[in-house]
């Protein structure tokens, strides 16, 4: 995306973003790590590439790097690369992103979502400029802009002690906020204009005539997709009515948000899909011991919680006023109802299989490996079902 593009993208007419377009301008040129919050969906990513294409590393790489994304394993050798022989299959030297970004711009989005242990070296990267490879001794020079984003409250996120307070403040050097769509409509009809001009090379199709009630409803919607939500209205528009003439009502069907499916509503669905499900016959054994997700490990006899397993009419009948069931029982723990419910069929199923796991696992519909996990997590033994 060349400067031009990147410039008619931000350059808007709302406020907030003119002071984003300011903010951006004013850093580009400098080396100083940048900082975007702002919901998912706003432009973050694009904040990013616009700071590279107004720099004079616009002719070095932009590389970006989701960091909730890759296995919390692979985080490491992905940044800083690795040397041959460092783990089991590394059968040559191989370059980091850091390492492919040289000369240009590191973009680490989501980095709230960054494991604790690689905060240290990320901090250790900003502060000396110099990092390692996995399994390697020689420095090699950072020589990239780092530039981060998160849709997270991250002063909360330090607080919660999930991201190191000096790492955050190390980032914070210059941070620019992208705002969500909701708070800039303004924008809305120059969106519209840019991303249907953008579609014309990308093979969506030809785009309808938006009459002015049209962007009125568009600028009257919800938006908490943000451009992203907006652009995907766009091209749905596009394949519904190409080349015709589109109102109101088309765009508040398109653009219409979906239910918000409430905690009744939703226990109600899954009692009724469950009603008629069943077992050959009932499990047997008195009770078992599970672990709950957050206790995996912990070898604490409180961590245990003993649940005698109920009998699967008593699992899958459905209250006949769920609201006034919930309203009765405040401490009802849908959760942990639903564990009930997983272990009952487990059970089940290796009786009916005569213990075997890969029979239990074919009458489940679930993969070998995926229902030993799950005898793993409630400490089910086939030998007692």
């Known amino acids: 995306m060349t400067k031009d593009e990147v410039h008619r993208y931000l350059d808007l007419p709302s406020q907030a973003m003119r002071e984003a377009l300011d903010l951006i301008s004013r850093v580009a040129p400098l080396s100083t790590t940048v900082y975007i919050s702002g919901p998912s969906g706003s432009g973050k990513e694009f904040a990013a590439r616009a700071v590279h294409a107004f720099s004079n590393r616009a ?9 909730g994304a890759i296995p919390r394993d692979l985080l490491e050798s992905e940044l800083f690369g690795s040397e041959k022989g460092a783990y089991t299959g590394s059968v ?85 906020a992208m705002k969500g769509l909701d708070e800039r409509r303004e924008d809305i009809p120059r969106l519209v204009e840019l991303i249907l001009r953008r579609f014309r090379g990308q093979g969506v199709g030809e785009a309808p005539k938006f009459q002015p009630a049209a962007i009125a409803a568009l600028q009257a919607a919800a938006w908490p997709g ?65 672990v709950s997700d957050e206790d ?9 919680l003993e649940v005698a397993p109920p009998t699967a009419p008593d699992l899958l009948t459905c209250p006949a006023d769920v609201p006034g069931f919930l309203r009765a029982t405040p401490d009802f723990n849908f959760r942990e109802h639903m564990m009930r419910i997983e272990m009952a069929f487990i059970k089940g199923a290796l009786v009916e299989m005569s213990g075997s796991v890969s029979g239990a696992a074919r009458v489940l519909g679930l993969q070998r490996t995926t229902l030993i996990e799950k005898m793993r997590k409630y400490s089910i033994d086939r030998e007692e079902a």
């Open 59 to 67: 002719s070095a790489p932009f590389v970006a790097v989701n960091c």
């Open 92 to 176: 040559r030297t191989r370059a980091g992103l850091l390492e492919t970004a040289a000369g240009g711009t590191l973009f680490l989005d989501e980095l709230g979502d960054m494991p604790l242990d690689m905060q240290v070296k990320l901090l250790r990267v900003l502060e000396d400029r110099r990092y390692t490879r996995v399994g390697g001794s020689q420095e090699i020079k950072a020589a990239v802009r780092l530039v981060c984003a998160t849709d997270r409250d991250m002063m909360k996120v330090v607080e919660d002690g999930q991201f190191r307070e000096d790492l955050f403040y190390r980032i914070n050097v210059f941070p620019i």
């Open 226 to 290: 943000n451009v992203r939500q907006l652009r995907n209205v766009l091209e749905r528009c596009c394949v519904l009515y190409p080349g015709e003439s589109i109102g109101r009502s088309e765009i508040e069907r398109i653009a219409a948000p979906r239910k918000v499916i409430d905690r009744v509503e939703e226990t109600m669905a899954l009692f009724s899909s469950l009603q008629g499900l069943g077992f050959a016959r009932t499990p047997t054994a008195p009770s078992i011991s599970i």
């Open 296 to 304: 995996v490990g912990d070898p604490e006899p409180e961590a245990s």
